[in-house]
């Protein structure tokens, strides 16, 4: 993930992680990415690719900022150093406001997969995303599309799930596949510490108790973990699980989901295409403008930099031994409550940003999302299982929205998803006579719904 003018953006959106990055340098920087540096990156970074299509993601801050000809450089640098026998693929992710006929035709000409921050429709859109002035930027972002269309260009969308949209999952998803005719629907949540502009997330001490997130979470509580526009977990929780059932009635093969489809790919036994929810991270390195490399573009903390592409080779840093130990944290760090929970193939714990609490037992590191990824694995269960029966078959996965026409999916109430405590899930055996330690071992969906 390279993001050539650091945190600097055009906007100022409430919830934003990076702009505060500021900080971390000094005054008179240039928030550029000097053409020394892009040169060198891409060089290293198609070296160091064994697969055909190699892919540059452009993120920011705003990457549009720094005009049309910083990316015809890129384009520039890609073919002069990608091999004939392989393929560059762009992606650019930006809050569209810029979007010109101009930049519209470059992108598609150089055949960019653009994605566009949008938060649903304006009522909801224009509550963070606003800019320097705090005035809402939902009609500039449509004026963006609209070019982005009219020029043909590929694009897909990325929402923040945050306190205030999470609670109109179906007017966000309805406007998001009528009105923008948006294909692939990106939703990540909105999860921010209240120190999360000083404190790296390795560094925090998590509450003394177990607050369950439903009261650590509220504005109100001076226990809150989260600042106030997180989302709350459970009402994530059912965000989802509304989604995927419009999804599940309508949409299956027209409209993308990734995280409805990277949990089929794990109801059917595959790895995570996504860091969330792997087993272990840390291959999603975030290059910033002045050559700077951090383990993860959520973890650009001074404690997480790595090095510096102009001392060190890319390889030095992505392979490095402090590296590795931060992918595999994700795995070794996982409390006892998360290892015995029937969803960790799915969930794995998420993202180690995102562990904020202490379990029921006093562990620490329990994902603040926790209620409500469990409620939403919990949820699709029965229907990824049907549609990997499908896909095993040989068989559209779509056959089971056709089986559905005339049958009605039972309403979600959040009490017909209790969580049980850990105690209560260990001492119910399974039907094969294991205890639930071991039937819940990871990759084994068949266990999910049969608990007694
Ligand atoms: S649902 Fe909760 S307990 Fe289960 S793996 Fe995820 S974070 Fe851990
Ligand atoms: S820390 Fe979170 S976002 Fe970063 S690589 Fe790991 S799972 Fe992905």
Redesign the pocket.
């Known amino acids: 993930m390279v993001k050539p003018t650091g945190p600097i953006c055009n906007l100022a959106c409430t919830y934003c992680y990076y702009l505060s990055k500021k900080e971390f340098y000094h005054d008179r920087c240039h928030w550029r990415m000097s053409d020394a540096v892009l040169e060198r990156f891409i060089r290293q970074y198609i070296a160091q690719q064994d697969v055909q299509e190699i892919n540059f993601s452009w993120q920011g801050g705003e990457p549009t900022l720094l005009g049309i000809d910083f990316f015809e450089k890129a384009v520039h640098f890609q073919k002069l150093y990608c091999p004939p026998t392989k393929r560059v693929v762009n992606d650019l992710q930006t809050n569209g406001t810029l979007l010109d006929e101009d930049w519209c035709r470059f992108l598609h000409e150089n055949r960019f997969l653009v994605g566009i921050s949008i938060d649903g429709p304006q009522k909801l859109h224009d509550i963070y995303r606003v800019d320097r002035n705090g005035q809402g930027t939902f009609n500039q972002v449509i004026s963006g599309i609209r070019n982005l269309q009219k020029q043909r260009v590929e694009f897909n969308t990325l929402t923040v799930v945050n306190k205030t949209n999470a609670r109109y999952p179906l007017d966000v998803y309805h406007f998001l596949r009528d009105e923008l005719g948006s294909k692939y629907l990106q939703f990540i949540p909105c999860v921010e510490p209240v120190d999360f502009k000083t404190t790296a997330p390795g560094n925090r001490t998590e509450p003394d108790s177990y607050e369950p997130a439903h009261e650590a979470n509220q504005p109100e509580s001076p226990n809150s973990v989260v600042t106030e526009w997180s989302v709350h977990p459970e009402d994530y929780g059912t965000f989802l699980c509304t989604i995927f059932d419009e999804w599940l009635q309508h949409d299956i093969g027209t409209v993308f989901v990734p995280l409805f489809d990277n949990a089929l790919g794990q109801w059917l036994g595959l790895p995570s295409s996504t860091c969330y929810f792997s087993e272990i991270c840390g291959k999603a390195l975030a290059l910033e403008h002045d050559g700077s490399v951090y383990a993860c573009d959520h973890y650009v903390y001074p404690e997480y930099k790595r090095g510096n592409i102009r001392e060190k080779t890319l390889a030095e840093m992505v392979y490095s031994e402090q590296q590795a130990c931060f992918g595999l944290d994700k795995q070794d760090r996982?409390?006892g409550?998360?290892?015995?929970?029937?969803?960790?193939f799915?969930?794995?714990?998420?993202c180690p940003k995102n562990?904020l609490l202490r379990?029921p037992d006093g562990e620490p590191g329990?994902?603040y999302?926790?209620?409500g990824?469990?409620k939403f694995?919990h949820h699709i269960d029965p229907w990824m299982k049907q549609m990997a029966e499908e896909l095993r078959a040989g068989r559209p996965a779509v056959n089971i929205m056709r089986n559905l026409e005339n049958k009605t999916i039972p309403v979600i109430s959040p009490q017909s998803l209790h969580?049980p405590s850990r105690k209560q899930n260990v001492e119910y055996p399974c039907d094969n006579g294991y205890k639930s330690k071991k039937c819940h071992y990871p990759n084994n969906p068949a266990s999910i719904s049969e608990e007694k």
């Open positions: 996982l409390p409550y998360c290892k015995d929970c029937k969803v960790l799915a969930c794995n714990g998420e562990r379990t329990l994902n999302l926790c209620s990824l469990w694995f969580r």
